[in-house]
């Protein structure tokens, strides 16, 4: 590689939507925020979450998977308790997220399968080509530049390894917003549905996903969306086109016998 290249490709993320994406206010760290967003309903979502993870994970042998921005380790919790192969490392770079994720890990009886580190999805203390699945749930609303958790999950990934990720869609407009809260938070706390307001208008659209992964060299089609207010990222290193991110990733070294599944 040329010396001082970086590794995260030069993506533009760009819009037609009304809404203009709106970050949110750094990393949810008040105690505050962790007991508000570990006390709201994410049974539902998180489920299927875990059940369409599920059908892509072999369930023949011990996996050990990277979840980016765990939180309080709700999923975590959810698929060991579905998967009983799976071993998690839970990432999160909120301090008091993890405190209560820990507590949370040791009341369901899961702390010799789940693993809390506290750590920057954008720079990860793990060694290249680590886990067999890298996977998050709605963090790429929370980075700034989410390339970076993008290149980071493709290098802490193995040769063939699965990339799993899905996240919050961008709202077309204010009213269609207004909708999705009522929806799905309408029984919440009014400070509950404003950092669910929030974290919609710091979402990616999935144009805009499509672009992120296609700098790397990932087909257009890897992203989908997948309900009212998701879209999900699935893939395999493997499938990386040939080209330059081959190179910089490693990738021309997988061998198709190591997919997952």
Same mark, same amino acid.
């Given at each position: 590689?040329?010396?001082?290249? +970086?590794?995260?490709?030069?993506?533009?993320?760009? +819009?037609?939507?009304?809404?203009?994406?709106?970050?949110? $206010?750094?990393?949810?760290?008040?105690?505050?925020?962790?007991?508000?967003?570990? !006390?709201?309903?994410? !049974? =539902?979502?998180?489920?299927?979450?875990?059940?369409?993870?599920?059908?892509? *994970?072999?369930?023949?042998?011990?996996?050990? @998977?990277?979840?980016?921005?765990?939180?309080?380790?709700?999923?975590? @919790?959810?698929? %060991?308790?579905?998967?009983?192969?799976?071993?998690?490392?839970?990432?999160?770079?909120?301090?008091?997220?993890?405190?209560?994720?820990?507590?949370?890990?040791?009341?369901?009886?899961?702390?010799?399968?789940?693993?809390?580190?506290?750590?920057?999805?954008?720079?990860?203390?793990?060694?290249?080509?680590?886990?067999?699945?890298?996977?998050?749930?709605? @963090?790429?609303?929370?980075?700034?530049?989410?390339?970076?958790?993008? =290149?980071?999950?493709?290098?802490? =990934?193995?040769?063939?390894?699965? *990339?799993?990720?899905?996240?919050?869609?961008? $709202?077309?407009?204010?009213?269609?917003?207004?909708?999705?809260?009522?929806?799905?938070?309408?029984?919440?706390?009014?400070?509950?549905?404003?950092?669910? !307001?929030?974290?919609?208008?710091?979402?990616?659209?999935?144009?805009?996903?499509?672009?992120?992964?296609?700098?790397?060299?990932?087909?257009?089609?890897?992203?989908?969306?997948?309900?009212?207010?998701?879209?999900?990222?699935?893939?395999?290193?493997?499938?990386?086109?040939?080209?330059?991110?081959?190179?910089?990733?490693?990738?021309?070294? %997988?061998?198709?016998?190591?997919?997952?599944?």
């Amino acid at each position: 590689m040329e010396a001082g290249r +970086s590794l995260i490709p030069s993506v533009l993320i760009r +819009s037609n939507t009304m809404i203009e994406r709106k970050l949110e $206010p750094g990393v949810m760290n008040r105690d505050e925020d962790a007991r508000e967003y570990n !006390a709201m309903d994410h !049974a =539902a979502v998180n489920a299927v979450f875990v059940a369409d993870l599920a059908t892509v *994970l072999s369930s023949d042998t011990s996996i050990e @998977i990277l979840d980016l921005g765990a939180g309080t380790a709700q999923i975590p @919790i959810e698929l %060991c308790r579905r998967c009983p192969n799976v071993r998690v490392i839970a990432v999160d770079a909120a301090e008091n997220m993890l405190t209560l994720a820990c507590k949370n890990v040791a009341t369901a009886g899961l702390s010799d399968r789940i693993e809390t580190v506290l750590a920057d999805a954008k720079r990860l203390p793990f060694a290249d080509g680590t886990f067999a699945a890298v996977i998050s749930n709605s @963090i790429a609303h929370h980075i700034a530049e989410p390339a970076r958790v993008v =290149a980071e999950a493709v290098r802490v =990934a193995t040769c063939g390894g699965l *990339l799993f990720h899905r996240d919050l869609t961008r $709202p077309h407009d204010e009213s269609e917003l207004e909708r999705i809260v009522t929806t799905y938070a309408g029984d919440a706390t009014s400070y509950q549905q404003k950092l669910f !307001a929030d974290s919609l208008r710091a979402a990616l659209t999935l144009e805009e996903v499509q672009s992120l992964v296609g700098g790397f060299g990932f087909a257009s089609d890897t992203v989908r969306i997948t309900s009212d207010q998701h879209w999900t990222w699935m893939a395999q290193t493997s499938e990386l086109r040939s080209g330059d991110n081959d190179r910089r990733f490693g990738v021309d070294k %997988c061998q198709q016998n190591a997919r997952i599944g």
